[in-house]
T-cell receptor, first 109, second 114 residues
């Protein structure tokens, strides 16, 4: 089973700061998805990246897929309290998603 | 617009009791999944189904059974609950092409085994 490592495990920042979280794999991703999970809810898809070197933007969120398709990053500009949650990366391998353990983000006012 | 609905939302069991968790989706998805989420462990796949009448084991299937008698429903059973099965359980569904349509998750069932 492909091992997905996410870092950092926890991140606590103040509103307005920028941050980057990472997802690295022991082998090449087929395709990668980023999800956000808010307390008491299920994960919700943010983005899917497929091509090495791909960059996608979703408002203040920027997603990058490494050229070799073994790593990905999520950058948040000017974080807001509403960004608080667990950020999960997942590889689409076979029939099911293979998830990393996530980065827990807390943004305080 | 219900999406994926899980019942019950909370449950407390005693060791050795049995129960069934129900998942229902209204998106006509072919694939359905059961995950468990534990602190620091991420989401781990228990069982999944690629169509009505078919099921397969995931990463952590021991102690669980599943059935998919109807396309829209996926049931997860605990025959003899153990404290190690205390967790939050998530059901998800997806189109067969996950690049076209991603997995949709329910809001989870919080299960405590005493």
């Amino acid at each position: 089973t492909q091992l997905l490592e996410q870092s950092p495990q926890f991140l606590s920042i103040q509103e307005g700061e920028n941050l980057t979280v990472y997802c690295n794999s022991s082998s090449v991703f087929s395709s990668l998805q980023w999800y956000r999970q808010e307390p008491g809810e299920g994960p919700v898809l943010l983005v899917t990246v497929v091509t090495g070197g791909e960059v996608k933007k979703l408002k203040r969120l920027t997603f990058q897929f490494g050229d070799a398709r073994k790593d990905s990053s999520l950058h948040i500009t000017a974080a807001q309290p509403g960004d608080t949650g667990l950020y999960l990366c997942a590889d689409i391998s076979g029939y099911a998603l293979n998830f990393g353990k996530g980065t827990s983000l807390l943004v305080t006012p | 617009n219900a999406g994926v609905t899980q019942t019950p939302k909370f449950r407390v069991l005693k060791t050795g009791q049995s129960m069934t968790l129900l998942c229902a989706q209204d998106m006509n998805h072919e694939y359905m999944y059961w995950y468990r989420q534990d602190p620091g462990m991420g989401l781990r796949l228990i069982h999944y189904s690629v169509g009505e009448g078919t099921t397969a084991k995931g990463e952590v299937p021991d102690g669980y059974n599943v059935s998919r008698l109807k396309k829209q429903n996926f049931l997860l059973g605990l025959e003899s609950a153990a404290p190690s099965q205390t967790s939050v359980y998530f059901c998800a569904s997806s189109h067969r092409d996950r690049l076209i349509q991603p997995q949709h998750f329910g809001d989870g069932t919080r299960l405590s085994i005493l």
